[in-house]
T-cell receptor
Framework: EDQVTQSPEALRLQEGESSSLNCSYTVSGLRGLFWYRQDPGKGPEFLFTLYSAGEEKEKERLKATLTKKESFLHITAPKPEDSATYLCAVQAGNAGNMLTFGGGTRLMVKP | EPEVTQTPSHQVTQMGQEVILRCVPISNHLYFYWYRQILGQKVEFLVSFYNNEISEKSEIFDDQFSVERPDGSNFTLKIRSTKLEDSAMYFC???????????FGSGTRLTVV
């Protein structure tokens, strides 16, 4: 059974204080690992897809990396508007197109 | 930027009633999905739809659920006889290719009383 575990569950940062969010996964044949941002009462907003170990992607203050067992979302010099829940999801090779989501990391950035 | 549109944003229904949740996916996308998120829990897969048929479904998607693409633009989720435990946020999503990042709608909050 595919499993996705995110840590920490919640993270409080001061504005400008860089940190990383972790997504550990167990999956049969990874087709893709996805990062989403979710604001309260909204749908997940797509950030990145990573397909193979060693791959990295960047967008503004966010950088996602992938190994064979986990992915990290690095946040550099965060701003209060980066406050949200960050979701990780995997798509397995034997599970069609469905995504299996982790529980998310709730990020709070204080000014 | 293209977006997935869901209506209504909030629906309250009595237990045992039928509800239809509506979605307009992005026009050039080929894959359509429904997910749900019970308050405080993970986002869960319900069903995927491709080429006018269900391509896969989860254990949650039992005989009480059905999906339909009645025309070239709408994609609907029907729950025939709602239960209290169906209360959740329901998200529609679409993607251009099967392993591309989905675009999610803003969701329909379903409350069963």
């Amino acid at each position: 059974e595919d499993q996705v575990t995110q840590s920490p569950e919640a993270l409080r940062l001061q504005e400008g204080e860089s940190s990383s969010l972790n997504c550990s996964y167990t999956v049969s044949g990874l087709r893709g690992l996805f990062w989403y941002r979710q604001d309260p009462g909204k749908g997940p907003e797509f950030l990145f897809t990573l397909y193979s170990a060693g791959e990295e992607k960047e967008k503004e203050r966010l950088k996602a990396t992938l190994t064979k067992k986990e992915s990290f979302l690095h946040i550099t010099a965060p701003k209060p508007e980066d406050s949200a829940t960050y979701l990780c999801a995997v798509q397995a090779g034997n599970a069609g197109n469905m995504l299996t989501f982790g529980g998310g990391t709730r990020l709070m950035v204080k000014p | 930027e293209p977006e997935v549109t869901q209506t209504p944003s909030h629906q309250v229904t009595q237990m045992g009633q039928e509800v239809i949740l509506r979605c307009v996916p992005i026009s050039n996308h080929l894959y359509f999905y429904w997910y749900r998120q019970i308050l405080g829990q993970k986002v869960e897969f319900l069903v995927s739809f491709y080429n006018n048929e269900i391509s896969e479904k989860s254990e949650i998607f039992d005989d009480q659920f059905s999906v339909e693409r009645p025309d070239g633009s709408n994609f609907t989720l029907k729950i025939r006889s709602t239960k209290l435990e169906d209360s959740a946020m329901y998200f529609c999503a679409s993607s251009e290719l099967s392993n591309y990042g989905y675009t999610f709608g803003s969701g329909t909050r379903l409350t069963v009383v």
